[in-house]
């Protein structure tokens, strides 16, 4: 073998100590890094400074190459780096962002066979997902989440149903005066509506809803306060705006939801096509509590009430949510819950006569409620 190629290949390898000491120590700030001796280099870690990664702190690690004898090293400084790690690695970490992730199903199935009393086989399933993501940074705060939900049910005999349609997103912008202030001023954006048609089952012919029909935003700004363990954030913004869809025209031109309808004349054609926005400025309150109430059980109450200033003050719109979680394991827990609306503008259609048409009555209460055990996956 020539000289020439032992000389090269000695240069290389002390090259790829060098760079693989160094990678090794920025992926693993715990293992420390002895002195790796070659002919005439040393290796030794002394010192880790800290960067800044995105919203994370991470550690960089400096090298120093020491070149002669080994025996010029200092050998008790390295054996007290070894004994303590902490002397060695300074990390510091600051969360800005943080995250919540959730997905599952539900289920509830019922099957008969040679069943005396009767009755149909039937299997609902309820798919649903929730996401956060919070932003603090000293006297500024920004919480978003977004929820979805879906369900269906498929009946022996009969076409399948849908019985849970919801898509709601919030965010809210806060900022406080102190880093010890519960109270915030803030700003609060929410969007809702649904994802597919609905329909006054059997009729599935004439949809009663669909996407953006309605879909709800609100926006406005006033002041929010938090619980020092922020089980429980209160919101009062007496500047409310409040926007109702309505864009299936079909739908609009029945004035469904509040929008003004189509104008007719006399032979019931339109006229003038029916409105598919409508705009109220009104107070808007909402809570939100969250709680363990006991082993293993998780109680969500959110409440809100909006009143318009210009159409019938004094006249609240309800949406109330309660629910309790029953956690079996990490994976598996049951759910009960139940959900109460009221809006003025959401008029009640019913076929009162018998002929076929629905005649349109006062509003009333919305009230569903829920039981499903399934399936969650957090992330």
């Given amino acids: 073998m020539s000289l020439y190629f032992i000389l090269h290949r000695k240069i290389l390898t002390i090259l790829l100590l060098l760079i693989g ?176 048609n609905g329909y006054r089952y059997p009729n599935t012919e004439k949809p009663i809803s669909s996407f953006m029909a309605p879909g709800y935003v609100f926006l406005g700004i006033g002041t929010e306060y938090t619980a020092p363990k922020e089980d429980l954030i209160i919101y009062l913004s007496p500047v409310t705006q409040k926007s109702t869809f309505v864009l299936n025209q079909t739908l609009a031109n029945e004035g469904m939801f509040g929008v003004t309808p189509a104008v007719r004349d006399e032979l019931g054609n339109i006229i003038k096509e029916g409105q598919k926005v409508r705009t109220e400025f009104g107070i808007l309150f909402t809570s939100s509590f969250k709680k363990e109430i006991f082993a293993n059980v998780n109680m969500e109450n959110q409440l809100s009430l909006y009143t318009d200033y210009l159409n019938k003050f004094g006249n609240v719109d309800v949406d109330w949510q309660l629910n309790l979680n029953l956690v079996v394991n990490d994976f598996i827990q049951a759910n009960i819950g139940s959900h109460l609306r009221y809006d003025d503008d959401v008029k009640v259609k019913e076929d009162t006569n018998g002929d076929g048409e629905l005649e349109t009555l006062g509003p009333s209460v919305q009230f569903k409620q829920m039981l499903g055990v399934g399936v969650i996956y957090e992330f």
Avoid at 34 to 55: A, R
């Fill in 21 to 196: 000491s160094s990678v090794f120590a920025l992926e693993f700030q715990s293992v420390i890094i002895d002195t790796t001796d070659t002919d005439t280099t040393k290796v030794v870690l002394i010192k880790v400074s800290t960067i800044k990664v995105s919203t994370v702190k991470m550690d960089s690690t400096e090298i120093n190459i020491v070149s002669g004898d080994s025996s010029k090293v200092d050998k008790a400084k390295l054996d007290s780096l070894a004994s303590n790690p902490g002397m060695m690695v300074n990390q510091e970490i600051i969360i800005l962002w943080t995250r919540k992730n959730a997905m599952g199903v539900n289920f509830n199935e019922v099957a008969f066979v040679n069943w005396n009393a009767g009755g149909n086989n039937s299997i609902s399933a309820l798919f649903f997902g929730n996401f956060e993501r919070n932003f603090q940074k000293k006297l500024l705060s920004w919480k978003t989440n977004a929820s979805l939900r879906y369900g269906l049910n498929a009946q022996e005999g009969r076409e399948i149903r849908k019985t849970e349609d919801q898509f709601i997103f919030n965010s809210t912008f806060g900022y406080r005066q102190n880093p010890t202030s519960n109270f915030r001023y803030s700003a609060k954006f929410n969007f809702n509506t649904q994802f597919s």
